[in-house]
């Protein structure tokens, strides 16, 4: 369910991608079907997933959801899991990737670009409206993208739209009714379209100063209650402009601190879904009564990285050298307890067919000669250095 758009690099240099990644998560074999979500985030992996056999929804069908509690739900500034899932059911995209990583339209009925590539014309969605029943317009869209493109403004996202030189309106229609926007790039950018899938592109309505106000979004979930630090209780949207979705009536966000207890609860029935676990905790779910575990690609992954731009890493020797003397298979099987696949030396994984190249494999191991590569770049006595590591689920 939580929108795994493609993930941003800095251009830092890469030592060696280590593991394409697993993501957990189960479902209660008495919860009804999920509601309507969006797919995809980078390079290749297998999503654990445990899923019941679905049943028919009854007349009211609620799905309650275990997560980590969210530390903001601004989504210019989304960033975990639990951030991420929240905000796709509340607000929407222009454009979004399905399981194929494939765009399909969202608020954007349609995105076409120039021949020279330097503009794109979107075209909104007739019946698309917020929460408070106004309708989503070019001026929302603008709004959006002017805010998430803003160096001044310290969001993630600045760089990635640093390319666009101007959005607007169509010369003679009035953004604030109009449904047309068209953005203009200082140059080409295939991936463009991609980007308007980010997991921030989040559209808010124009002049909204703090979105966690009123969650005033577009999407097949309105928010009815939220308690920070207990959960959050969302209906579906009756007017939401995709004809059948959400597939649910009612959706629960429950917040656990510990994953542990997350798990408990999905045991013991208190819970449908539970969004991320450790992957031992998942391989202790298989073969459990009530829950049915499955295997789903991903684009996730984890990587060593190491800055280009400062010693020792501005040395092309000691990028190689690491390489080499990582032992990527060990590290696979310890911290993914074989759920995903070994990374190559590419960030880009095999969902993305179009640009997946099968010549960037990874080095074989070989010590001796990552050993030779540090005393050619002057470490021929070794090379200390601090690694920082994000907890993750």
């Known amino acids: 369910m939580p929108n795994t758009h ?3 690099k800095s251009a830092r240099g890469y030592l060696a991608l280590v593991i394409i990644l697993a993501f957990a998560f189960v479902l209660n074999a008495c919860a009804a079907p999920p509601p309507a979500g969006s ?3 980078e390079p290749a992996a297998a999503d654990a997933t445990g899923a019941p056999a ?6 009211s069908s609620t799905l309650r959801v275990a997560m980590e509690a969210p530390v903001q739900l601004d989504p210019a500034f989304a960033s975990s899991d639990s951030e991420i899932a ?12 399905d399981e194929n990583n494939r765009l399909q339209p969202r608020l954007a009925s349609s995105v076409v670009a120039s021949e020279d ?13 917020f929460h408070d029943g106004s309708p989503v317009t070019a001026a929302d869209v603008i709004y959006t993208f002017n805010r998430l493109r803003d160096p001044e403004a310290g969001l993630p996202t600045a760089d990635l739209y640093s390319n666009i030189v101007d959005i607007a309106a169509p010369e003679g229609s009035d953004p604030a009714t109009g449904t047309t926007v068209v953005f203009t790039l200082q ?12 997991n921030h592109a989040l559209i808010v309505k124009a002049g909204t100063e703090d979105p966690t106000a009123d969650f005033n979004g577009s999407g097949p979930f309105k928010v009815v209650n939220y308690s920070p630090e207990d959960r959050m209780e969302l209906v579906a949207n009756d007017a939401y402009f995709i004809d059948g979705k959400p597939g649910v009536d009612n959706l629960e966000f429950i917040f656990f601190a510990d994953q542990t207890a997350a798990v408990d609860a999905l045991k013991g029935g208190q819970v449908d879904l539970n969004m991320r676990m450790a992957t031992p905790l998942y391989l202790s779910l298989q073969g459990e009564p009530g829950i049915v575990t499955s295997s789903i690609p991903t684009n996730g992954f984890d990587l060593v990285r190491l800055r280009a731009d400062r010693e020792p890493g501005n040395d092309p020797r000691v990028i190689e050298a690491f390489k080499l003397a990582t032992d990527r298979q060990a590290i696979f099987d310890t911290v993914t307890l074989g759920l995903g696949a070994v990374g190559n030396d590419s960030p880009i994984g095999p969902l993305y067919a179009d640009y997946y190249s099968t010549d960037a494999v990874a080095p074989a191991r070989d010590v001796t000669r990552a050993r030779e590569l540090l005393a050619e770049a002057g470490y021929g006595d070794g090379l200390s250095l601090d690694l920082y590591v994000p907890e993750s689920g």
Not at 86 to 97: E, K, W
Not at 119 to 129: D, F, G, I, K, R
């Open 39 to 41: 797919p995809a985030s």
């Open 117 to 129: 590539g330097l503009s794109y014309t979107v075209e909104l969605q007739p019946n698309a409206t």
């Open 86 to 97: 929240i905000l796709n059911a509340v607000y929407d995209y222009l454009v979004d990737v």
């Open 187 to 198: 140059a080409p950018d295939p991936f463009f379209q991609y980007n308007l899938s980010d």
């Open 6 to 8: 493609p993930l941003r």
């Open 54 to 59: 679905p049943a028919q929804p009854a007349a």
